[in-house]
């Protein structure tokens, strides 16, 4: 059951937004208000609240008046509950607008406010779908925020529905805890009932961080500090960017990967050491400890997550995060994280390199390094070109049926087509390049360190040592993202079973006496190499 | 014939897209194995002959291998009860009489004279789930050997 609660929304909801209720040309009443489309996203520890559409007040819908406030009319809100019941799982959220307190906290509800919100959301949500969100915010001129979810215990007969007014009714009330808007930049508020540390950053911390702070303040070091961070696959890039994501400052990460240390991957595991690829420890145990040791944040938190971006097991633990840096190169899993990008809110940054080579001349044939950003409102990583569908077909089959872009050297099957293990190359330096592009764009996202450098491609050609951004930016007419943002747990994320999990599962020893034989037979191979 | 899998485990989309297949053309189409990520759908019994297909077999029940998170990814493969011949006796393209991923569809009661016909559907359209339905004639094309 999530602890956390928070409310977000896109770019274009805020620029809507602004738009409604802070109109710069209109003579505006000293109140207005809107009525939007929510959703629920639920995570393991954090439930969000995502703003997904706005419906647009027809000419008298919204009144102000003197006696009374802020008046929907019923036409209106007839309307938003017509259109909430047609779509699965939609809740609604009544908006409207206060003067920013002079102290600049949060606006407070008043007495009228708390009476008409369960009034209005009671009866408006008998006809939604059972469990859809029923909310309230108030935000004034500077934009800050105060959103509060309610929900309602169900009348058994009529007679008990009409007998006791909906303040009886009331089950619980819940106020979100954080505000996420994320436009070109990340806007992180809180609000005054966040459960969040809201202690400033330590002495110390902003000792070791100062050079940084020089370029961003210590506003931007406590943005740092405050985000989720999830990481994705931490094998060369990903163990590298769990370093020095700690050594920037982020205090709390999510690191996701199923995969262990070995010889094949140890020449590129940041912070691995040779008994770490002897005892085959988990990549997340040994880059959570790696992050550990570098943390500018002594009391940095990390989540470590053994499974598979493509399972919905630790889909939950992603959508805990703020933002995902994605090492991983699967195809499956690059859709799975582009659709929650969109359909969550919680933006993707994600980078790889190719590499084609000549073994036997030892010379590069072509090679280029990768960073695109998934978010609502900018190009989306199938239309970037980053994944394909055929490509993620050929990664939901099993390994050994799955030919040479298979990820795991396993036996083929007699039936499958023969095929020699072609794995891809793989150069330390360019995962330094990577991920330090990928972190370069985190900064800009996050404290808007290079506004220029946020949404698009960014491509390195390793042969003609040439860095730039691709043409495309926007996606295709017919990329179907578009319509998913904000739809939260009502978008079915593309998920399944990984069928490189589930093979590494099976290898695995299957008690301790057989993982000490396997520990002695890699010991004596490694004594005798 | 073996027994319809649980709709109810299914993914919407797939539900969705499994009725458009029974609307269109298939309306016994049912899910008969779902294998971690993909299912086997028992299209309909198909009639060689009639067709005008070069088959020693005069009819075939006809199967496709469909994603479970159609449309995100390609539906991948065919398989016919029993397995195929031309009757020209010319090997058929791909055509294979043991593949993983009919292993288990062949211990299926009645399954196990069967063949799998290995066929990616790249220029399917998958915009929506109901593309689904398009099954049926995506698996004759295959076994008209178009390319």
Redesign the interface.
Known sequence: MPVESDFAFAADIERKLRSILFPTKRPRAPERGVIGIVYRSTGSRRSTLLLSELIYAEPGDVDWKSDVGLLFSKNYKSRAVSIASTRKRAGLIFIHTHRARLDGLPPEPSDEDYAADQRDLYFLGQDLSDGAPLVAGIVDDNFNWTVREYEFTCPMTVADARSRGPKYRLKNMRFCEGIRIWSNQLTLKDTNRSRRDRHRISQSTIHMTDSSIHMWGEEGQELLRRIRLGIVGLGGVGSILAEHAARLGVRDLVLVDFDRLSKDNFNRSQGATRLDFLLRRHKVKVAARLARKSAVNKDIQIIEIIGSVVEKDTIRHLLDCDLILNASDSPWGLQVLDQLAHAHIVPVITGGTIIKGKKQTGTLMSGKCEVTLSNPGVLCLECAGSYNRSGVTEAMEAPNVRGPRRYLDVPDDPGAVDTELERAPSVIATNGLVASLMLLRLQALIVGTTTDAINGIQRYHLLEGSLYWAVKTQCDVTCARKETVGLGDAYALPTGIDQDYKYARKAEPKNIVMRCFQFLGDFVAELRA | MAAQADLSEL???FVTGLNALRQRDCHDAEVVLVE???AWILLQPVDLEQLGLPFKEKSCLLFARA???FP???P?GIATVPLLHRVDDAAIDRL?A????I?NLAKKPGYADIG?WSW?W?NMR??MPERLGDLFVWALKRLREEK
């Open positions: 993914p919407d989309a971690d990520n993909f994603p479970l998170t995100n990814a390609d991948y294979h043991s593949h993983q991923h292993t799998f990616e790249k998958k915009d």
